[in-house]
């Protein structure tokens, strides 16, 4: 029986292009490309938005993200993929997130739905927010556990996030310069998307052709959710955590200020 899911894994694979098959490379697919999301990146490939699918840019307990050429508005674009996994997601951390969110019905809610609704709620935010002006991959399309993107780097590698830089940032940009882009983008966030964040930290922000982009959005509430505020204080006192070890001094209640506009 394994051997038999080994050579139908295969022929997805194939009919998929996958780009290139090292061994972790191929025990990442095994464990995330089940036959459900198989179909699912079938779809979008008919639809003509996936060439072929390519390396891993990341992993997680919740997402894998996968590097695919792609096609969008008849250009060839590079993409994110965006894989969740429907077995292994941790759904209780996404409940906060989602009740309270005044667009979505969570009534009766099974736990797949779960996934392809939290799938849909990136997809929007991001929408809202890169209509706002705010920094963040453009979405191109979403199906169930699959959510297509704008992949940002340069030949199939990854901008690094600010975590993986790490110290180093201080000669790759002005820092303070820096750090008050970033709370621009959330002030346009907020003001203009009406979106608060909810995980800013190191690992959710890229350095990005100089520019600070804000990524995983599948968290973000709508201003008028009951835990907004604190969500936003929680970002501001991660912001300012990280940026403090490169003597950025301000106060929380002075960057809430500028966010909020008060």
Not at 53 to 76: M, P, Q, W
Not at 235 to 254: A, G, Q, Y
């Amino acid at each position: 029986m394994k051997d038999k899911k080994l050579r139908e894994l295969d022929k997805y694979l194939d009919a998929l292009r996958i780009k290139e098959k090292d061994s972790e490379e191929r025990k990442i697919y095994e464990e995330v490309l089940d036959g459900r999301t198989l179909k699912t990146l079938y779809k979008l490939s008919a639809k003509g938005y996936i060439k072929a699918l390519g390396g891993v840019i990341s992993t997680g307990k919740e997402a894998n993200v996968f590097y695919a050429d792609g096609v969008v508005d008849g250009k060839e674009v590079p993409l994110a993929v965006k894989i969740y996994r429907i077995e292994t997601s941790e759904f209780y951390k996404m409940d906060e997130y989602l009740f309270g969110d005044k667009r979505f019905d969570m009534r009766r809610v099974s736990r797949k739905e779960l996934i392809f609704i939290w799938v849909e709620k990136e997809f929007r935010n991001l929408e809202r927010a890169f209509e706002a002006g705010v920094n963040v991959p453009q979405p191109y399309a979403y199906m169930k556990n699959v959510l297509l993107m704008e992949f940002l780097g340069e030949d199939e590698k990854a901008s690094p996030t600010l975590v993986e830089i790490g110290k180093s940032l201080i000669d790759l940009v002005d820092v303070e310069e820096f750090f008050w882009k970033i709370v621009e983008n959330l002030k346009k966030l907020y003001r203009d998307a009406e979106l608060v964040h909810a995980d800013v930290s190191e690992y959710n922000i890229m350095l990005h052709k100089d520019e600070p982009y804000l990524i995983d959005m599948g968290q973000a509430v709508l201003v008028d959710h009951p835990y907004a505020n604190s969500y936003l204080e929680r970002d501001v006192k991660n912001l300012l955590r990280f940026f403090s070890k490169f003597n950025v001094k301000c106060s929380i209640e002075e960057i809430l200020s500028e966010i909020r506009g008060e």
